[in-house]
């Protein structure tokens, strides 16, 4: 069964960074599509990005939101997605997930337990 | 963007009942749908995918159905275990796309 392990989460000022990593397990990394998926407190799910395998072109998406701010990259050699957030604003103040993509997402071998992104002064 | 709506936001039922929420979607999705069920403090956990395909695992009381832009996910027997809440999301395009949550609760 697959495993997801994110950390990185803590607390940052506005206008700070931070780099969220997620470490998988149990299922062929290379191969697969992960995404972000983000939960502010009390609210519903958004999704945050997309990066495709490279055998698909590693081609990267974003949802408006965080477009020009967060960069998604992989690891495959790690089998790691990251999650690298700059000019992080109290709006990004959630708990995020990194998970699979599709039919995949949050799938019984593409969920993981989250980590908290808290964005305040 | 794919907006989609999802009724009731929350309801309660008795344990037994049959459950059914609705997801609309705002633009032909075909059968690009999942369901999702979120316990307090947990991940969200698939149930169906492809609008009517049981996640394995996912107890058989849960079913899904639909295509195009209308969706049902249905609760044959409520159990207290289901106590949670639900979202409906498309995959059909990018960026994937949310309702906004069915809080299940008991009477």
């Known amino acids: 069964e697959g495993q997801l392990v994110e950390s990185g989460g803590g607390l940052v000022k506005p206008g700070g960074s931070l780099r969220l990593s997620c470490a998988t397990s149990g299922f062929t990394f290379s191969s697969a599509w992960m995404s972000w998926v983000r939960q502010a407190p009390g609210k519903g799910l958004e999704w945050v990005g997309l990066i495709k395998s490279k055998t698909h072109g590693g081609t990267i998406d974003y949802a408006a939101p965080v477009k020009g701010r967060f960069t998604i990259s992989r690891d495959d050699s790690k089998s790691t997605v990251f999650l690298q957030m700059n000019s992080l604003k109290t709006e990004d103040t959630a708990m995020y997930y990194c998970t699979g993509h599709g039919k995949f997402l949050f799938a019984r071998d593409y969920r993981g337990q989250g980590t908290l992104v808290t964005v305040s002064s | 963007d794919i907006q989609m709506i999802q009724s009731p936001s929350s309801l309660s039922a008795s344990v037994g009942d049959r459950v059914t929420i609705t997801c609309q979607a705002s633009?032909?999705?075909?059968?690009?749908l999942s369901w999702y069920q979120q316990k307090p403090g947990k991940a969200p956990r698939l149930l169906i995918y492809?609008?009517?395909n049981l996640e394995a695992g996912v107890p058989s009381r849960f079913s899904g159905s639909g295509s195009g832009t209308d969706f049902t996910c249905i609760i044959s027997s409520l159990q207290p275990e289901d106590i949670a809440t639900y979202y409906c999301?498309?995959?059909?395009?990018?960026?994937?796309?949310f309702g906004p949550g069915t809080k299940v609760d008991v009477k």
């Open positions: 492809d609008a009517s």
């Open positions: 999301q498309q995959y059909e395009n990018l960026p994937p796309t």
């Open positions: 633009q032909d999705i075909r059968k690009s």
